[in-house]
C-alpha cells in the first residue's frame, strides 16, 4: 500500500526566515498529493495540492512541487510568519485499483514560529 | 454552509461504557470517513464510506462499529470503551477521494 514519511519535527524557525518541510511517498500508481495544516485546537485543513507530476501546488505563500523522479513533494515557504505554527501533514490518495477513496497521511510536522 | 460538524467537542467515559459519535456535513459530498489522532501516530483511518450504503475497514476498526444513515450522517460507535481508545477523532469528508474536508474533533478520554 501507499506510504508517506516527513520529515519529524519540531521545527523552530525565527519570523521571516526560509521553511522547508520534507515529505516522500510511496506508491503503486501515480497519487495526487497533498499538504493539509492543522493550527491547535483545530482540524485539519488543506494547504494544497498537486494531481500529477511537475505540477506545483501553491496557496498563502507556501508552494510544493510534485517531483515524480525523487517520488517527493516538499513544502516550502520563503518568509514564515508567526501565524504559520501549527502541525503539517502531508498526505497521497492513490487513484489506481479502485482505492482512490483513501488519504494516507504521514506522522505531521509540527512547526513553531518565534517573534 | 457549516461544512463538516460533529459532536460532541469533549467526552469522558469509563472502561467499558459505550458511546456515539455523530459527524453531519453539508456538501453533499458522497463520501466520509472517521480517523483517529495520536501523538507521534499521524492520522489513522478507522472506518469509511465511500458513498451512501457502503461502509468499510480501514486501518485500525476494531473495538468500533459505523453507521452512514444517510447522504450527510456518518456515526462512530463505541460499544465497549478501552483505555486504548482515548484519542482525537476527526471526520473528514469529500467528492470521491479526492481533497477531503474536516471537522473540529472530539476528543474522548476513557479512563
Known amino acids: 500500500g501507499n506510504s508517506v514519511t516527513q520529515m519529524e519535527g519540531p521545527v523552530t524557525l525565527s519570523e521571516e526566515a526560509f521553511l522547508t518541510i520534507n515529505c516522500t511517498y510511496t506508491?503503486?500508481?501515480?497519487?495526487?498529493l497533498f499538504w493539509y495544516v492543522q493550527y491547535p485546537g483545530e482540524g485539519l485543513q488543506l494547504l494544497l495540492k498537486?494531481?500529477?507530476?511537475?505540477d506545483k501546488g501553491s496557496n498563502k505563500g507556501f508552494e510544493a512541487t510534485y517531483r515524480k523522479e525523487t517520488t517527493s513533494f516538499h513544502l516550502e515557504k520563503g518568509s514564515v510568519q508567526v501565524s504559520d505554527s501549527a502541525v503539517y501533514f502531508c498526505?497521497?490518495?492513490?487513484?489506481?485499483?479502485?482505492?482512490?477513496?483513501?488519504?494516507?497521511f504521514g506522522k505531521g510536522t509540527l512547526l513553531t514560529v518565534n517573534p | 454552509n457549516a461544512g463538516v460538524t460533529q459532536t460532541p467537542k469533549f467526552q469522558v467515559l469509563k472502561t467499558g461504557q459505550s458511546m456515539t459519535l455523530q459527524c453531519a456535513q453539508d456538501?453533499?459530498?458522497?463520501?466520509m470517513y472517521w480517523y483517529r489522532q495520536d501523538p507521534g501516530m499521524g492520522l489513522r483511518l478507522i472506518y469509511y464510506?465511500?458513498?451512501?450504503?457502503?461502509?468499510d475497514k480501514g486501518e485500525v476498526p476494531n473495538g468500533y462499529n459505523v453507521s452512514r444513515l444517510n447522504k450527510r450522517e456518518f456515526s462512530l460507535r463505541l460499544e465497549s470503551a478501552a483505555p486504548s481508545q482515548t484519542s482525537v477523532y476527526f471526520c473528514?469528508?469529500?467528492?470521491?477521494?479526492?481533497?477531503?474536508?474536516f471537522g473540529p474533533g472530539t476528543r474522548l478520554t476513557v479512563t
Open positions: 473528514a469528508s469529500s467528492v470521491f477521494g479526492y481533497e477531503q474536508y
Open positions: 506508491a503503486t500508481g501515480y497519487p495526487s
Open positions: 498537486a494531481t500529477k507530476a511537475d
Open positions: 498526505a497521497s490518495a492513490d487513484q489506481s485499483g479502485g482505492s482512490n477513496y483513501k488519504l494516507t
Open positions: 456538501m453533499n459530498h458522497n463520501s
Open positions: 464510506s465511500a458513498s451512501e450504503g457502503t461502509t
